[in-house]
Protein backbone atom coordinates (compact mmCIF):
# COMPACT_ATOMS: atom_id res chain seq x y z
CA UNK A 1 0.00 0.00 0.00
CA UNK A 2 1.46 3.67 -0.92
CA UNK A 3 1.64 6.53 0.91
CA UNK A 4 -1.16 7.92 -0.40
CA UNK A 5 -3.64 5.40 -0.19
CA UNK A 6 -2.58 3.97 3.91
CA UNK A 7 -3.53 7.94 4.67
CA UNK A 8 -6.85 7.82 2.75
CA UNK A 9 -7.49 4.63 4.41
CA UNK A 10 -6.45 6.39 8.00
CA UNK A 11 -8.44 9.29 7.38
CA UNK A 12 -11.54 7.11 6.63
CA UNK A 13 -10.82 5.10 9.95
CA UNK A 14 -10.25 8.15 11.98
CA UNK A 15 -13.41 9.89 10.55
CA UNK A 16 -15.52 6.19 11.13
CA UNK A 17 -13.92 6.48 15.10
CA UNK A 18 -15.54 9.92 15.31
CA UNK A 19 -18.93 9.16 13.69
CA UNK A 20 -18.80 5.97 16.73
CA UNK A 21 -18.47 8.72 19.33
CA UNK A 22 -20.63 10.46 18.58
CA UNK A 23 -23.59 8.20 17.76
CA UNK A 24 -22.43 6.32 22.46
CA UNK A 25 -22.85 10.08 22.98
CA UNK A 26 -26.00 10.44 21.86
CA UNK A 27 -27.79 7.28 23.59
CA UNK A 28 -25.92 8.45 26.80
CA UNK A 29 -27.24 12.12 26.44
CA UNK A 30 -30.19 11.56 23.72
CA UNK A 31 -33.97 11.60 23.59
CA UNK A 32 -34.16 8.10 25.85
CA UNK A 33 -32.03 9.78 28.91
CA UNK A 34 -34.88 11.95 30.21
CA UNK A 35 -37.09 8.86 30.66
CA UNK A 36 -34.15 6.78 32.54
CA UNK A 37 -33.70 9.67 34.83
CA UNK A 38 -37.49 9.49 35.82
CA UNK A 39 -37.17 5.94 37.23
CA UNK A 40 -34.35 6.73 39.76
CA UNK A 41 -35.17 8.50 42.96
CA UNK A 42 -35.42 11.96 43.83
CA UNK A 43 -31.76 12.33 45.01
CA UNK A 44 -30.31 10.15 42.46
CA UNK A 45 -32.73 11.96 39.10
CA UNK A 46 -31.65 15.39 40.72
CA UNK A 47 -27.93 14.76 39.96
CA UNK A 48 -28.73 12.83 36.52
CA UNK A 49 -30.82 15.62 35.35
CA UNK A 50 -28.14 17.89 36.12
CA UNK A 51 -25.59 16.22 34.60
CA UNK A 52 -27.58 15.74 31.43
CA UNK A 53 -28.18 19.54 31.08
CA UNK A 54 -24.97 20.73 32.08
CA UNK A 55 -23.37 22.94 29.31
CA UNK A 56 -19.89 22.25 30.31
CA UNK A 57 -17.31 19.58 31.32
CA UNK A 58 -16.68 20.35 34.31
CA UNK A 59 -19.98 21.29 35.00
CA UNK A 60 -20.87 17.05 33.68
CA UNK A 61 -18.22 15.31 35.36
CA UNK A 62 -18.83 17.58 38.41
CA UNK A 63 -22.73 16.38 38.47
CA UNK A 64 -21.36 12.76 37.85
CA UNK A 65 -19.48 12.59 41.08
CA UNK A 66 -22.61 13.91 42.90
CA UNK A 67 -24.59 11.23 40.88
CA UNK A 68 -21.88 8.59 42.36
CA UNK A 69 -22.21 10.15 45.67
CA UNK A 70 -25.85 10.30 46.52
CA UNK A 71 -25.73 6.78 44.83
CA UNK A 72 -23.79 5.18 47.56
CA UNK A 73 -25.23 6.96 50.40
CA UNK A 74 -28.70 5.92 49.23
CA UNK A 75 -27.63 2.86 49.17
CA UNK A 76 -26.09 2.60 52.43
CA UNK A 77 -29.17 4.14 53.70
CA UNK A 78 -31.22 1.16 52.71
CA UNK A 79 -28.56 -1.23 53.75
CA UNK A 80 -28.63 0.13 57.04
CA UNK A 81 -32.60 0.13 57.35
CA UNK A 82 -32.99 -2.93 56.46
CA UNK A 83 -30.20 -4.32 58.66
CA UNK A 84 -31.48 -1.80 61.76
CA UNK A 85 -35.50 -2.95 61.18
CA UNK A 86 -36.47 0.09 63.52
CA UNK A 87 -33.70 -0.42 66.13
CA UNK A 88 -31.96 2.61 67.70
CA UNK A 89 -29.89 3.88 66.81
CA UNK A 90 -29.66 3.69 62.49
CA UNK A 91 -26.15 3.92 62.26
CA UNK A 92 -23.19 1.91 63.83
CA UNK A 93 -22.14 3.27 67.39
CA UNK A 94 -18.40 4.09 65.93
CA UNK A 95 -19.70 6.86 63.80
CA UNK A 96 -21.46 8.45 65.95
CA UNK A 97 -19.78 12.23 66.41
CA UNK A 98 -17.65 12.85 63.86
CA UNK A 99 -19.24 13.71 60.24
CA UNK A 100 -19.50 10.75 58.17
CA UNK A 101 -17.67 9.81 55.00
CA UNK A 102 -18.23 8.82 51.83
CA UNK A 103 -15.88 6.03 52.61
CA UNK A 104 -17.53 5.11 55.69
CA UNK A 105 -20.84 4.81 54.16
CA UNK A 106 -19.37 2.29 51.74
CA UNK A 107 -17.67 0.64 53.92
CA UNK A 108 -20.38 -0.53 56.25
CA UNK A 109 -22.28 -1.81 52.91
CA UNK A 110 -19.12 -3.62 52.15
CA UNK A 111 -19.60 -5.47 55.67
CA UNK A 112 -23.06 -6.24 54.94
CA UNK A 113 -23.07 -9.41 52.68
CA UNK A 114 -23.84 -11.81 55.56
CA UNK A 115 -26.50 -10.30 57.58
CA UNK A 116 -28.33 -9.52 54.33
CA UNK A 117 -28.53 -12.87 53.36
CA UNK A 118 -29.23 -13.65 56.87
CA UNK A 119 -32.38 -11.63 56.90
CA UNK A 120 -35.37 -12.48 55.82
CA UNK A 121 -36.92 -9.15 54.91
CA UNK A 122 -37.98 -8.65 51.07
CA UNK A 123 -36.26 -5.82 51.08
CA UNK A 124 -33.34 -7.39 52.16
CA UNK A 125 -33.43 -10.10 48.92
CA UNK A 126 -33.87 -6.62 47.12
CA UNK A 127 -30.59 -5.16 47.82
CA UNK A 128 -28.66 -8.25 48.34
CA UNK A 129 -29.11 -9.37 44.58
CA UNK A 130 -28.10 -6.13 43.42
CA UNK A 131 -24.85 -5.92 45.46
CA UNK A 132 -23.94 -9.62 45.88
CA UNK A 133 -23.27 -12.74 44.28
CA UNK A 134 -24.54 -15.92 46.17
CA UNK A 135 -21.48 -16.66 46.94
CA UNK A 136 -21.30 -13.09 48.77
CA UNK A 137 -18.70 -11.24 46.71
CA UNK A 138 -19.42 -8.14 45.54
CA UNK A 139 -21.21 -7.49 42.22
CA UNK A 140 -19.20 -5.33 38.98
CA UNK A 141 -21.83 -2.74 40.41
CA UNK A 142 -20.84 -3.12 43.79
CA UNK A 143 -16.98 -2.90 43.33
CA UNK A 144 -17.65 0.31 40.81
CA UNK A 145 -19.71 2.51 43.00
CA UNK A 146 -18.48 1.50 46.63
CA UNK A 147 -14.64 1.10 45.68
CA UNK A 148 -13.31 2.41 42.56
CA UNK A 149 -15.91 5.25 42.62
CA UNK A 150 -14.98 6.59 46.14
CA UNK A 151 -11.33 6.71 45.30
CA UNK A 152 -12.22 8.32 42.00
CA UNK A 153 -14.09 10.87 43.64
CA UNK A 154 -11.91 11.06 47.07
CA UNK A 155 -9.12 12.20 43.95
CA UNK A 156 -11.26 14.27 41.77
CA UNK A 157 -13.26 16.21 44.84
CA UNK A 158 -9.99 16.95 46.56
CA UNK A 159 -7.88 18.34 43.20
CA UNK A 160 -7.03 22.03 44.56
CA UNK A 161 -7.24 24.02 41.19
CA UNK A 162 -9.43 24.36 38.52
CA UNK A 163 -7.77 21.87 35.57
CA UNK A 164 -8.34 22.61 31.57
CA UNK A 165 -12.09 21.69 30.12
CA UNK A 166 -10.22 19.24 28.22
CA UNK A 167 -9.33 17.74 31.29
CA UNK A 168 -12.69 17.24 32.46
CA UNK A 169 -14.09 16.17 28.86
CA UNK A 170 -11.52 13.06 29.50
CA UNK A 171 -12.94 12.48 32.61
CA UNK A 172 -16.06 12.38 31.90
CA UNK A 173 -16.37 10.34 29.53
CA UNK A 174 -13.80 7.93 30.86
CA UNK A 175 -16.53 7.04 33.31
CA UNK A 176 -19.89 7.98 32.66
CA UNK A 177 -20.57 4.91 30.61
CA UNK A 178 -19.70 2.77 33.68
CA UNK A 179 -21.59 4.50 36.46
CA UNK A 180 -24.79 5.28 34.40
CA UNK A 181 -24.12 1.09 33.70
CA UNK A 182 -23.87 0.24 36.92
CA UNK A 183 -26.96 2.04 38.05
CA UNK A 184 -29.07 0.33 35.57
CA UNK A 185 -27.69 -3.10 37.13
CA UNK A 186 -29.39 -2.22 40.83
CA UNK A 187 -33.23 -3.27 39.96
CA UNK A 188 -33.78 -2.09 43.80
CA UNK A 189 -33.31 1.14 42.35
CA UNK A 190 -36.54 1.69 40.79
CA UNK A 191 -38.23 0.75 43.97
CA UNK A 192 -40.17 3.79 44.98
CA UNK A 193 -39.08 6.08 47.45
CA UNK A 194 -41.86 7.76 49.15
CA UNK A 195 -43.46 9.91 51.61
CA UNK A 196 -46.63 9.31 54.13
CA UNK A 197 -49.11 11.63 53.17
CA UNK A 198 -52.33 10.48 54.74
CA UNK A 199 -53.31 7.28 57.27
CA UNK A 200 -56.79 5.67 57.28
CA UNK A 201 -57.57 2.71 59.20
CA UNK A 202 -60.04 0.38 57.79
CA UNK A 203 -60.65 -3.61 58.80
CA UNK A 204 -57.85 -4.05 60.81
CA UNK A 205 -55.28 -3.08 58.21
CA UNK A 206 -53.77 0.56 57.50
CA UNK A 207 -53.88 2.53 54.61
CA UNK A 208 -51.67 4.88 53.70
CA UNK A 209 -51.67 8.04 50.94
CA UNK A 210 -48.11 7.70 49.30
CA UNK A 211 -46.40 10.70 47.47
CA UNK A 212 -43.99 9.08 44.91
CA UNK A 213 -40.37 10.65 45.00
CA UNK A 214 -39.27 9.51 41.54
CA UNK A 215 -37.22 11.93 39.44
CA UNK A 216 -36.36 15.12 39.85
CA UNK A 217 -38.63 17.80 41.25
CA UNK A 218 -41.63 15.15 42.34
CA UNK A 219 -44.88 16.41 41.29
CA UNK A 220 -47.25 15.21 43.59
CA UNK A 221 -48.43 11.65 42.51
CA UNK A 222 -50.21 9.76 44.93
CA UNK A 223 -50.32 6.23 45.55
CA UNK A 224 -52.29 4.08 47.88
CA UNK A 225 -50.92 1.26 49.85
CA UNK A 226 -52.56 -1.17 52.37
CA UNK A 227 -49.67 -2.30 54.84
CA UNK A 228 -50.13 -3.60 58.68
CA UNK A 229 -47.03 -2.16 59.52
CA UNK A 230 -46.76 1.06 61.21
CA UNK A 231 -44.86 4.48 59.80
CA UNK A 232 -45.76 7.80 60.97
CA UNK A 233 -47.21 10.58 58.77
CA UNK A 234 -44.08 12.57 57.31
CA UNK A 235 -42.17 9.70 56.98
CA UNK A 236 -39.68 8.71 53.95
CA UNK A 237 -39.80 4.75 53.12
CA UNK A 238 -39.02 2.58 50.26
CA UNK A 239 -41.92 0.61 48.86
CA UNK A 240 -42.07 -2.91 47.36
CA UNK A 241 -45.40 -1.45 45.32
CA UNK A 242 -47.16 -4.18 47.67
CA UNK A 243 -47.91 -4.07 50.93
CA UNK A 244 -44.83 -3.79 52.38
CA UNK A 245 -43.08 -0.26 53.15
CA UNK A 246 -39.13 0.08 54.66
CA UNK A 247 -38.96 2.85 57.28
CA UNK A 248 -36.00 5.56 56.10
CA UNK A 249 -36.10 8.45 58.38
CA UNK A 250 -33.00 8.99 60.14
CA UNK A 251 -30.57 8.24 57.42
CA UNK A 252 -32.57 10.36 54.40
CA UNK A 253 -35.92 12.23 54.45
CA UNK A 254 -37.38 14.35 51.87
CA UNK A 255 -38.77 17.24 53.59
CA UNK A 256 -38.35 21.03 53.32
CA UNK A 257 -35.27 23.01 53.91
CA UNK A 258 -34.79 25.76 56.47
CA UNK A 259 -33.21 27.52 54.28
CA UNK A 260 -34.78 27.78 50.88
CA UNK A 261 -38.21 26.68 51.39
CA UNK A 262 -38.08 23.94 49.06
CA UNK A 263 -38.79 20.22 49.69
CA UNK A 264 -35.05 18.22 48.91
CA UNK A 265 -34.33 14.61 49.82
CA UNK A 266 -31.38 15.20 52.97
CA UNK A 267 -29.35 12.51 53.85
CA UNK A 268 -27.82 11.92 57.34
CA UNK A 269 -24.22 13.94 57.63
CA UNK A 270 -23.44 13.60 61.20
CA UNK A 271 -25.13 12.43 63.97
CA UNK A 272 -24.22 13.48 67.91
CA UNK A 273 -26.06 13.08 71.37
CA UNK A 274 -27.14 16.58 70.55
CA UNK A 275 -28.35 16.80 67.53
CA UNK A 276 -28.17 14.93 63.48
CA UNK A 277 -27.31 16.74 60.96
CA UNK A 278 -28.11 16.33 57.44
CA UNK A 279 -27.22 17.23 53.67
CA UNK A 280 -28.85 17.61 50.40
CA UNK A 281 -26.79 17.51 46.99
CA UNK A 282 -29.95 19.25 45.10
CA UNK A 283 -28.58 22.97 46.65
CA UNK A 284 -25.65 21.98 48.71
CA UNK A 285 -27.95 22.85 51.84
CA UNK A 286 -27.78 21.71 55.45
CA UNK A 287 -30.46 21.10 57.75
CA UNK A 288 -30.57 20.48 61.53
CA UNK A 289 -32.98 18.38 63.50
CA UNK A 290 -33.11 16.77 66.96
CA UNK A 291 -30.95 13.82 67.52
CA UNK A 292 -31.92 10.36 66.20
CA UNK A 293 -33.00 8.05 69.28
Known amino acids: MDPQQTAEVLGALERRLTSLEQTVLQLI????APYLVLTYPEPIATSLAREQSAAHYHEKFFSLLDVGETSVRYIAALVLAVLCDGASPPIPLRLMGAPISLGSWAGLVAESSESLRASRSEFAEHVTTGLFRSSGKPTPANRLLLSEFVNLRNRERGHGSARPEGVYEGLYRRHVSEIHDSLKSLPFLNLPL????????????IQYDLKVLMGPSPMGRIETARCSKQVSRGETCLWDWGEELLALDGLLSYVVCDECGAEHTFFLDQATTKAAHYYTYSTNHRIERPPIH
Open 194 to 205: VRVEQINFAGGT
Open 29 to 32: EGPA
